[in-house]
Nanobody
C-alpha cells in the first residue's frame, strides 16, 4: 500500500506561482507519480507525471512550459511547480501513483490517490 499526502495549495493571482508537494509513504513504492486536477463541473484531467526511476516526465498540453514536475528521492516526495498561473488552472489538484512503469494520462490506471489540495487563481 502507498499513502499520498499533498500540501502547498492556496490562492494565487494570475501570473503568479505555487508549488505543490506530494509525500509518499508505505511498504511499497510506486514507479510513476502524477498530478491530476478537477475543476467544478468538469471531469478530472491529467496534468503531469514522472517516472521515479530515470525521471522521465510527461505534461498535458495545457500546462506545458508553465508547470514542472520533479522528485526528491531522499524525501520520497514529488513536486509540481506551477508558474504563470491562469484562472483556468483553478481546481482541486490530486496526487496519484501507480505501480506500473509506464506513464498514463488516464486516472483509472493509477492505484493510489491523495486527498486533494485546492488551488485557486484570481484574475
Amino acid at each position: 500500500q502507498v499513502q499520498l499526502v499533498e500540501s502547498g495549495g492556496g490562492l494565487a493571482q494570475a501570473g503568479g506561482s505555487l508549488r505543490l508537494s506530494c509525500a509518499a509513504s508505505g511498504r511499497t513504492f510506486p514507479n510513476v507519480m502524477g498530478w491530476f486536477r478537477q475543476a467544478p463541473g468538469k471531469e478530472r484531467e491529467f496534468v503531469a507525471a514522472i517516472k521515479w526511476s530515470g525521471g522521465s516526465t510527461y505534461y498535458a498540453d495545457s500546462v506545458k512550459g508553465r508547470f514542472s514536475i520533479s522528485n526528491d528521492n531522499a524525501r520520497r516526495t514529488v513536486y509540481l511547480q506551477m508558474n504563470s498561473l491562469k484562472p483556468e488552472d483553478t481546481a482541486v489538484y490530486y496526487c496519484a501513483a501507480r505501480s506500473g512503469t509506464a506513464i498514463f494520462t488516464t486516472g483509472n490506471l493509477y492505484n493510489y490517490w491523495g486527498q486533494g489540495t485546492q488551488v485557486s487563481v484570481s484574475s
